[in-house]
């Protein structure tokens, strides 16, 4: 394989969601091609190489081969994408991917990452500060943070990051007695979240939505009426006891229910079994999407 045939490869490949396992080897021996013509190069010549260093540790990731991955983040970051392979780095040594942790490294990649401009970065560092995880432990440090990337990203169009940030300063203005700022940081939170979550979902971002309804319900729980107005997300807290609800989407109309088991709730929707609110919420899907890709299009939640 020579760099043009690799490069036709990336290309085609690249940009398909699902590979077939023949489809991933030849993707990854067409990285291989395009590290080996390159990774030599001067990095201000050339950045074709550090990326598919980038590329290649990406699909290691999602492999969980996460010795080769961070080998590859390596690579890229010592050949000119630092600002690329940074925090992947650190997420790496933090959560011990390789099977076990070194929050040193993870303490220099995230600092790196964060001077680079990576809002998530300082959240990774903050959360280092409050548990002692290298650093002592040391509460104003990880407000000064939050605070910081509050102040980073409040107003910026894009959601990333938001609910993560948001929900963490609504905890720390509920530790400090200001019940109604937190309830409205929290509103925000869910708010960003849900609109992050219409592009992309992962487990942590769930753990995360569930947490923010969570901490809202013990604050306004005492406050709902019969009129109360509600949504997706809050099925987090109201599927908690059995009961039975209807709403819609463009297709018609849905039903869903929890069933208190031996083991647990459970939850039925739409006919199929669920063995918990989490796995609804990840395995749920309408017409082939996820809940969380729709969310804008369900309404009439009611109560049965």
Known sequence: MDSYEAYQITKEYQAKSVLEPDEEFMLIEAY?????????????????????????????????????????????????????????????????????????????????????????????????????????????????????????????????????????????YLEAGFEEDCLDLLLDAQDALAEQMLTYTNDSDLDLMKKIIELQYELIEPKIDKNWDFQLYDLYHILKKPVSIEFSSSTGKHYVSSVLEPSGITVEFDGKWFRSINDFFRRAVIDGERLPAVNQDLLDFRIL
């Open 32 to 172: 291989l091609c395009i590290i080996n013509a390159y990774k030599d190069v001067d990095p201000d010549d050339e950045i074709d190489g550090y990326v598919a260093m980038y590329n290649l540790a990406s699909l290691y990731k999602r492999r969980g081969e996460y010795d080769l991955a961070l080998k590859y983040f390596k690579m890229c970051y010592e050949h000119g994408g630092g600002s690329l392979a940074e925090m992947e780095i650190a997420d790496i040594y933090y959560y011990g991917l390789t099977g076990h942790t070194d929050y040193e490294q993870a303490f220099r990649f995230y600092t790196a990452a964060a001077e680079s401009g990576f809002p998530k970065a300082k959240l990774c560092l903050a959360d280092m500060y409050r548990n002692g995880q290298f650093v002592d432990e040391d509460e104003e440090k990880y407000r000064e943070l939050v605070f910081d990337v509050y102040d980073q990203i409040w107003d910026s169009p894009v959601p990333d990051y938001k609910g993560e940030t948001f929900f963490k300063a609504a905890e720390i």
